[in-house]
């Protein structure tokens, strides 16, 4: 038995999300600041004689572990690009930790994790933006998954562009969400048209992301009324930034202290057992 390889698929947030318009593609320009959870599902594999995926945890059930799975995805195309003598065939298991539909990356962040487990292994000479290059065409936010940092996105989301400004490292986060899947496409289509203005070309700091805004709340909203709870009950717990991530359900708190943060959890626990929730830090 070969040695286990592992790595971590990091729950991704949308600080905020403006929608610019739609495109002849069916897709929507966006313009979305992406920051990451110290915290996320995770991805243990071993060389096989051929690939397989296992699939455990809280959020398991229901999901496919055929070659639809973009976990299965990536490696065969890390596999088609570079050949079986570099990308064997691998068994793995993921363990689903962060809901399913759910505005944080999901199926993307274990993409990425997939991608960053076989870079590290059997292809060290890729860097970041060559391997977010290779496996984007998967998913507009994969690239962004590929580094789990702090980032623009821009056109779908697969453009992206530092913001060395924006120092969040380390800040105190709190993911919930209602248990109530919504789906990405939906809510998209059912967003409004109306073009509200750019997020910001040069992130500086707390003002600005306050200034900033999710397009898509409205649309989420509909489909799965319960965010309104959600933002409203984060709001009341003394956050700097209460907002929905994504295309829903799950919203974020964003606290000064690590203290602030857990007390809120806490209290949240107590009022809302159903919910789900995990509490981090941003990378």
């Known amino acids: 038995m070969t ?7 990091w729950a991704k947030i949308n600080l905020a999300l403006h929608v610019r318009g739609r495109r002849s593609d069916g897709y929507h320009d966006i313009e979305t600041l992406f920051a990451f959870v110290d915290s996320g599902d995770g ?10 995926l296992a699939i455990v945890g809280e959020f398991a059930e229901g999901l496919s572990t055929g070659a639809d799975n973009l976990v299965l995805q990536v490696l065969a195309l890390l596999r088609a690009r570079y050949g079986a003598d570099r990308v064997p065939p691998l068994a793995a298991v993921l363990t689903k930790r962060l809901p399913v539909a759910a505005g944080i990356g999901g199926g993307s962040a274990d993409a990425a994790a997939t991608a960053r487990l ?5 292809l060290p000479e890729l860097g970041d933006a060559t391997l977010a290059r290779i496996v984007s065409p998967l998913g507009a936010d994969i690239a962004a998954c590929v580094a789990s940092a702090t980032c623009l996105g821009v056109g779908v989301g697969e453009e992206l562009r530092a913001v060395p400004d924006l120092r969040l490292a380390g800040t105190p986060v709190l993911l919930v ?16 048209g109306i073009d509200r203005g750019p997020l910001y070309g040069d992130p500086a700091g707390r ?45 974020f708190a964003l606290f000064d202290a690590l203290a602030e943060r857990d007390a809120a ?11 789900w929730q995990l509490a981090g830090a941003l990378r």
């Open 3 to 9: 040695e286990a390889l592992q790595e971590t698929g």
């Open 43 to 52: 991805i243990v594999a071993e060389v096989a004689d051929a690939d397989s």
């Open 118 to 122: 076989v870079r590290r292994h059997f």
């Open 177 to 192: 969400n209602p248990r109530q899947p919504v789906a990405t496409g939906p809510v998209f289509a059912a967003w409004d």
């Open 207 to 251: 003002a600005q992301l306050l200034a900033a805004r999710n397009d898509l709340q409205r649309a989420a909203i509909a489909q799965c009324p319960a965010i309104v709870d959600v933002l409203t009950e984060l709001g009341a717990l003394g956050p700097w930034l209460a907002r929905m991530s994504g295309s829903g359900a799950t919203c």
């Open 265 to 275: 959890a806490a209290r949240l626990a107590q009022s809302h057992p159903h919910w």
